[in-house]
């Protein structure tokens, strides 16, 4: 029996009047891929951002509900930074801090106090290897991560991502900036990582979804619709707005 | 052989020749600008021929500044610009970082926005007598070079915040979510990413205020400034003349004290003097704009 690593708790998130998440409650269990599908603003985004609290961000907003982590209120908790750190965050357009290769990978740990120079250096490498990355920049640590292509850029985000060594790894569309090749080899990563962490990773590329994810959550209009084992979303899903998604029919 | 199918027609013709005329025409317009500052500085320059030595600048005044050179006022508006700077860069910069980082969109940021604006619409008289009552009398400073440098300060305080802002907002905001989705709290983001991306901005904002603060007269007027101060002709003496409590002479001072109320200067001086406080803001904008092109040329991303 699986642990329930996030919970969702009839959630309902708006900025005024608009209601971005509408009464959500969704349980995430440990070690696997939830790919979260459904058409654009249908609150998938708004999703990610409560599990790490970067929704804190967005002014005006109101959170209803509780997000679990842990069994743990993540809105009453007392160090978001903390929080933040468990949870490795992947944005759609790549980003590369205008530091040196070395230095993107090491931000991370370094805010966090890590100051032993051969701890960084371990970390570094071992980031950049899980991201496939290490190859193409072990000769160039200390060129601008601003300078890298597109694909390596995301890979560098990635690298990032997993230097604090996160519980739960968050990907917001990471693909739709890069190219087939990099996004297959990303892929092949999160099957590996998947051992090590939850990885909750929202894709408008259904397909995506069906190859990656043990369990699929469908969201539309701000609502979670459906959710369940990957395969029976895509073949026997119970509700008929799902199955036209899923089948291209709609979105 | 058949025509050939991209050559003009009369329409494009007539277009391009438009074009063409609004080029020059701006471009006139534009060079036109140059005319008065080279206008100027070739009067200045010719007045002021005879005085133009090395000696002008390293001289006292002499002779109840009839003669003699412009070394005491020079120094008097070296340091009050350096004083007026350590006080309103820090002021400037930290606040344009929290209205900028930190403010939300309240009433409380709209009313600082609005005083910063206005502030920055006063007219220098008004800064002077703000000066005398806040620094001179209420503070207790009396007329000093300090009093007088604070009240630079606060003129040169919103052009400083305001070019800190856009130099803090031309940082992408993709930067700092992914220090804060990494779990660096706003100043630490601030401190490693934004602030050192940002600084070129800053100080070509700062710098800019220099040559402002080196060639007002108004608000130095009746806070600290004096027409004649001895000052020693050499040694350290003549580099450290004013104490904070002291009243200093100032070049832009100094050129309203030989035109209007000293009799029998002769024009030259008079020139001279213009033509160095001219020749030193033209050289301090000049260096920042340098500074900008070169910093720019080293942009990151």
Known sequence: MTNIHIHFENVTVSYGAKRALEDVSLEIPEKQILGIIGPAGSGKTTLLKCINRTIDFVPGVKVCGRVLIDGEDIFRIRNVYELRRRVGMVFPLPVGLPLSVYENVAYGPRRAGLRDRHELDLIVEKCLRQAMLWDEVKDRMQMLGTKLSGGQQQ???????????????????????????????????????????????????????????????????????????????????????????VTGDVG | MSANPFAPSALEKRKKTKERVAEYVLAAITVSLIVPVVAILAYLVVQAWPVLRPSFLLDNPKDYMTAGGIWAPLVGTFFLVIISLLAAAPVGILAGVYLNEYAGDNWATRIINLAVMNLAGVPSIVHALFGVGAFVLFAGMGRSLLAASCTLAVMTLPVIITSTREALSSVPMSFREACWNMGATRWQTIRTIVLPNAISGILTGVILQVSRAAGETAPILFTGAVFFAPVADHGWESFFPYGLGDRC?????????????????????????????????????????????????????
């Open chain 1, 155 to 245: 890979r560098l985000t990635l690298a990032r991502a997993l230097s604090l060594q996160p519980e739960i790894l968050c990907l917001d569309e990471f693909s739709i900036a890069i190219d087939p090749v990099t996004t297959m080899r990303i892929e092949d990563i999160l099957r590996e990582l998947k051992n090590e962490m939850t990885i909750v990773l929202v894709t408008n590329l259904v397909q995506q979804a069906r190859r990656l994810a043990d369990r699929t959550a469908f969201f539309s209009a701000s609502r979670l619709i459906e959710v369940g084992e990957t395969e029976t979303i895509f073949t026997k899903a119970s509700n008929r707005l799902t199955e036209r998604y």
């Open chain 2, 249 to 301: 002479m100032a070049l832009s001072m100094h050129l309203f004290t030989l035109a209007t109320q000293v009799r029998g200067v002769s024009d030259e001086i008079q020139y001279g003097t213009a033509l160095v406080l001219i020749g030193l803001v033209l050289a301090v904008n000049s260096f920042s704009i340098g500074l900008r092109v070169y910093l720019r040329s080293r942009k990151k991303w």
